[in-house]
T-cell receptor
Framework: KAGVTQTPRYLIKTRGQQVTLSCSPI?????VSWYQQTPGQGLQFLFE???????NKGNFPGRFSGRQFSNSRSEMNVSTLELGDSALYLC????????????FGQGTRLTVV | AQSVSQHNHHVILSEAASLELGCNYS??????LFWYVQYPGQHLQLLLK??????LVKGIKGFEAEFIKSKFSFNLRKPSVQWSDTAEYFC???????????FGKGTMLLVSP
């Protein structure tokens, strides 16, 4: 069974630009969550989607948005990039059952210059 | 808001030494508890999890953790570490019935051969 796949693996963008990151969950997993990992703040929750609807959102500005498609694939978008958005963005998927863990992808390393 | 504290940011051990990494959380309700590991250049992987039942949980690669509800703790242990255990270890919590993970800041373990 293929794991969680995130593309691209690496991105370099300029301040003010926007970026879209993609996540394909494990087959059969309908919940997708996004996390931001930085050396200073650690791992912070961005948002969770299932059934194409955002179910939960972390404490991030509105520049961070996401969506989920009918095949459970998800994208997150960051507009008007700032230097502080440089981070590893992790996607996690899990089945919609109680008492299940999240499975993480390898992440997209975003560098804003 | 719930939070997770990991006591040590960096731990250095020699091979065959015993390991205990501390994790405390601040929430009085029913929680699910996890330890994830991130090996250099790899994705976050689940070491072990606790949902209910026996508070002593055994995971992969000889790791175990004990949930002590009265102390709000979920410490990770391994009797004898190996060089290959060099990695960053994250404790994480979810509220029961929810899937949003709150992570500790992580502990970087370096095992010298």
């Amino acid at each position: 069974k293929a794991g969680v796949t995130q593309t691209p693996r690496y991105l370099i963008k300029t301040r003010g630009q926007q970026v879209t990151l993609s996540c394909s969950p494990i087959s059969g997993h309908r919940s997708v969550s996004w996390y931001q990992q930085t050396p200073g703040q650690g791992l912070q929750f961005l948002f969770e989607y299932f059934s194409e609807t955002q179910r939960n959102k972390g404490n991030f500005p509105g520049r961070f948005s996401g969506r989920q498609f009918s095949n459970s694939r998800s994208e997150m978008n960051v507009s008007t990039l700032e230097l502080g958005d440089s981070a590893l963005y992790l996607c996690a998927s899990r089945p919609l059952k109680e008492n299940t863990e999240a499975f993480f992808g390898q992440g997209t390393r975003l560098t804003v210059v | 808001a719930q939070s997770v504290s990991q006591h040590n940011h960096h731990v250095i051990l020699s091979e065959a030494a015993s390991l205990e990494l501390g994790c405390n959380y601040s929430y009085g309700g029913t929680v699910n508890l996890f330890w994830y590991v991130q090996y250099p250049g790899q994705h976050l992987q689940l070491l072990l999890k606790y949902f209910s039942g026996d508070p002593l949980v055994k995971g992969i690669k000889g790791f175990e953790a004990e949930f002590i509800k009265s102390k709000f703790s979920f410490n990770l242990r391994k009797p004898s570490v190996q060089w290959s255990d060099t990695a960053e270890y994250f404790c994480a919590v979810t509220l029961s019935g929810y899937s949003t993970l709150t992570f500790g800041k992580g502990t970087m373990l370096l095992v010298s051969p």
